[in-house]
Each structure stands twice: as structure tokens, then as C-alpha cells.
């Protein structure tokens, strides 16, 4: 028994009508990834200012943002901004390159990642942070020592991701690079290196939002300077109109670095 | 007719923490120089292992196994590989001149095989798409063409078109005989169909189950180019593919009890 289905439209008008729904409702989607902040704000200014939140701990947003722009214009700004960031350049750079060299080497050499992965694994728990007095004794209270923290805590998820995309390799492309007569230093430029990097990317990935984490951090102990200390400094005063303007910079520039890597990532993946 | 591969009792015994497997056991035979031989066997007969041997993935563990060159700047064997074996980081055009690269070539020579290979496999408009935009027909043409561009003594070919549908797999192997023919290459290929064997080989030799060996010879004396529907009309090579079937039956039968 066949059961005839009622048509009683062209059915080039009906998949048209679905289809026409169906843009709506994604255009509602990407609304409502804009309002949401927008949302949060205005309640959060709402509620402030109508007594619903304590304003001594939640100043409202338009009241951070007078403080921001007086802190801009008086250079306080740049001052910590540009301390923070170029502490967290060193940082960053002296954790991943020594991160992906010993990961390739690890990756590549059965005997030095047999060597160095136990002392990876036992070492990789403990928080730099931890050790953040002892770095404070040995490198004083300047840059060096942000550095250093900084460097430490973004050498391991390199290290591992590094490690680990060399060893994702297809085996197959192995055997074609010794197959095609690929020398040890071909085999290492054109199928080690481009085969580990979508893996080395991510731990980089992560290493940078590591790395903001741990300069707040460093900063807030032993630091005269930097966005950690203007927000630890700022929170002692009790200016916590100020202390917000230091959070917001740390997510401006979290924001800002993960674009960054998206578009080198692009830029380096091609193929992908 | 000039010996081109020579094996000489070539044996390969696997040894692991249960026991050792023969893989392949007192190999002996010969490829004259530009003939296409297919390999038949069930699968898990070695047959990939004796490819891998000859393309120096492997070694054997006894035996002998000689490649006649002609020419010393030549490389030895190209290997053309199952469906994943192309490089997915780089373009089409870098990986068909791969083999010119790691050889280090003269640039005119690595610039002039590789046009010339792109344009033979019809991939010249594709040179600069990255193979994850190809299909998988695409993808193989380009390991064929780095293979033929490598200009080797010999090409060895691991079940080439084993993932690509019916349709595509026949419009291949009436491509691969139509480059096959204008360098006139020794070629030893691996496959699990008949049909294909029949469609590509002069000879076909066919492999029994574990432990792996050479168990019947058989003789395909059609004109080229071969063209898939004379393959299938043709009463004496029907004939052939039921005997071949039977045997391979057979094998499999054994591996089951």
C-alpha cells in the first residue's frame, strides 16, 4: 500500500520558504553572541546603580570606563600595558623555543624521549608559580623574574605538544620520505617539522593563554610595575574602579593574542 | 628477455612475543626488464611485505634480492602507495616533483619531468591545490605521477587503487597502461582483484596464504592498449578468472580451518 502525500504547493516554493527560516533563525544566532555582553553590562550597570550589587565591590561600567580613560590619558596605562606585554614577549618566546626544540628532539629520538619525558611528566605538575619565591631570590624583583616564570610555565604544554605532533606523523609518510631517498635533514624539513606543526600550534596555543595568567600572577608578589601590580596595588587601596580597568586589560589583550595565533596558525597551515 | 628484478629464496619470518610468522617463505623468481607483473594473494599473504622488501622498507631476514640497473644517476625503485601516501602539506605540483627534490635533480630537469607528469595524469590545472581539495581518483594520479617523475629502474605499486570506487578505479588503470606504455617500466604490483591483474598484467603471479608463496604463474598475451570492456568479453581470460578465482578460494579456505 503506497500512501499518496498530500502536495498541494510547488515544491521549489516550500524547500524556499524552509530555506528562507532557516537564515532567520541564524541571523537570530549571531544576535544574540552580540547582545550577550552588551546584556551583561547593562544589568550589571542597572543593578549598581540601583543598589542591587554593592557598588564599593562593583563599580558600574560606565564608572570603569571614566577611570579608564583618565588612566589613559595620564599614561598610567602605558606604562603597565607596555611593562606587562614586553615581559610577557620574553617570556613567552624563552618558554616555546627551547619548548619546540626539545620536543623535536624528544619527537625524533626514541632514546632522549625515553631520557626526558619522566623528567617532563614529574616536573610538569608543579605550579612556577610555587616556585615564584625562590625565582624572586634569585632574579630580583625586575623583569628577569617575570620572565623566568612566565618562560617556565609555557615550556611544558609546548614541550608535550610538540613532542607529541611529531610522533602523529602518519607512518605512511615516513615510509614515502625513506622510500623517495629523503635525507636526514630533508626528512626533518619537509616531513617532520610541517607534520608536527598543527599539533606544536595548539600547545603554543595554550602556552600563550598560560603565559597571561601566570604575569597577573608574578606580578601581583614581587613587581613595582605591570598590570598584575596595578591590580594588586589598586585592590590594597580599595580603587577597585581601577583594579577593573586592570582585568579588562588582561582580557583585551587574551582576546587579541588568541586572534593573533588564529591568523599565524592560517598563515602557517595552508594545507589544512 | 633480460632480468630486471631477480629474487633468490627471499624469506621473511616475524618474530613477536608469541611465537614467530613466516610471512614469506623461499621467494624465488624473476621480472624481465619492462614487463608488468601483478601480484594476486589473499589478504595477509606478504604480499605487501615483499613489496616493502623491494622498496627497502623491510629487509629480509634470508635470501637475495637484486635490482639491474641501467643507469647509475637513476634511482633504484619508486614506490607508488596505498591511497594516504601523499604528502597532504604540500601542493600537487611539489608532490610529484618530491622525488626530483630529495634526489636533488638539476632544477631544469625537476621543473620539465614534473610539467610533463602533471599534464600525462591531467592534474597540470591542480598543480597548486593542496590534496585535501582532490578526490581520492586525484590523489592517486598524483603518487603516480611522483613515481613515474622519480624516472626509477623499476616502480613497485602497493595495491594503488584499492579505496577508489569501480568507475574510477577502471578510467586508472586505463591511464596507468597509458603512461605504463610510453616508458615501458618494470613494474610489479600488488593487487587483490582479479579483474585488475587481468586488466594490467602480462603476467600474474599468485600468492598462496601464510606463509606467502609464488604457488602459479600465469601468462596474459593481449595486445595493448587493453581496454576494460574487451577484458570482459573475452571467453579465454573468463576462463582464466574463474581458475585464478578457484585458487584464491582455495587459500582462503585453508586460512579459515
Known sequence: MTHPVKTTQDP???????????????RAQQLLTIISPVFLLALWELLSRTGGLDIRFFPPPTAIVTTFWEMLLSGAIAE?????????????????????????????????????????????PIPTLALLPIIIILFGIGDLSKVVTIAGSVFFPVVINTAA????????????????????????????????????????????????????????????????????T?????????????LIMISFFGYVFSLLLRGLQKKLLPWR | ???????????????????????LEDISLNVGEGEFVCLVGPSGCGKTTLLRILAGLETQSAGELKIHAEQSARPLQSMVFQEKGILPWMTVRDNVSFGLEMRKAPKSVIAEQTAYYLEKTGLSK?????PSELSGGMKQRVSIARAF???????????????????????????????????????????????????????????????????QEVRIDRPRPRKIEEIRKDPELAGQFVDIWKHLQQEVQKTRK
Open chain 1, 165 to 232: 605532533g611529531v610522533l602523529s606523523i602518519d607512518k605512511i609518510y615516513l615510509d614515502v620520505a625513506s622510500n623517495y631517498g629523503a635525507s636526514k635533514s630533508q626528512f626533518f624539513f619537509k616531513i617532520a617539522l610541517p607534520g608536527a606543526l598543527p599539533v606544536m600550534l595548539e600547545g603554543i596555543q595554550m602556552g600563550q593563554a598560560i603565559a597571561l595568567l601566570t604575569i597577573v600572577a608574578a606580578e601581583m608578589m614581587g613587581a613595582t610595575s605591570g598590570i598584575g601590580y596595578l591590580i594588586w
Open chain 1, 12 to 26: 521549489v516554493q516550500i524547500e524556499r520558504t524552509e530555506w528562507k527560516r532557516r537564515q532567520v533563525k541564524a
Open chain 1, 234 to 246: 589598586s585592590y590594597k587601596a580599595f580603587l577597585l574602579q581601577n583594579m577593573f580597568v586592570g
Open chain 2, 1 to 23: 628477455m633480460k632480468p630486471k628484478i631477480e629474487l633468490r629464496g627471499l624469506t621473511k619470518v616475524f618474530v613477536k612475543k608469541t611465537g614467530s610468522v613466516t610471512a
Open chain 1, 80 to 124: 603597565h600595558v607596555g611593562v606587562s606585554l614586553y615581559r610577557i614577549a620574553l617570556g613567552f618566546l624563552a618558554g616555546v623555543i627551547p619548548g619546540i626544540l626539545v620536543g623535536l628532539l624528544m619527537g625524533l629520538y626514541t632514546p632522549v624521549r625515553h631520557f626526558v619525558s619522566p623528567l617532563v611528566m614529574a616536573l610538569m
Open chain 2, 149 to 215: 617523475a622519480n624516472d626509477p629502474e623499476i616502480l613497485l605499486m602497493d595495491e594503488p587503487f584499492a579505496a577508489l570506487d569501480e568507475q574510477n578505479k577502471f578510467i586508472l588503470q586505463e591511464e596507468l597502461l597509458s603512461i605504463w606504455s610510453e616508458t615501458r617500466k618494470t613494474v610489479l604490483f600488488i593487487t587483490h582483484s582479479i579483474d585488475e591483474a587481468l586488466m594490467l598484467s602480462d603476467r600474474i603471479l599468485l600468492m598462496s596464504a601464510q606463509p606467502g608463496k609464488i604457488i
Open chain 2, 126 to 130: 591542480f598543480a597548486h591545490l593542496y
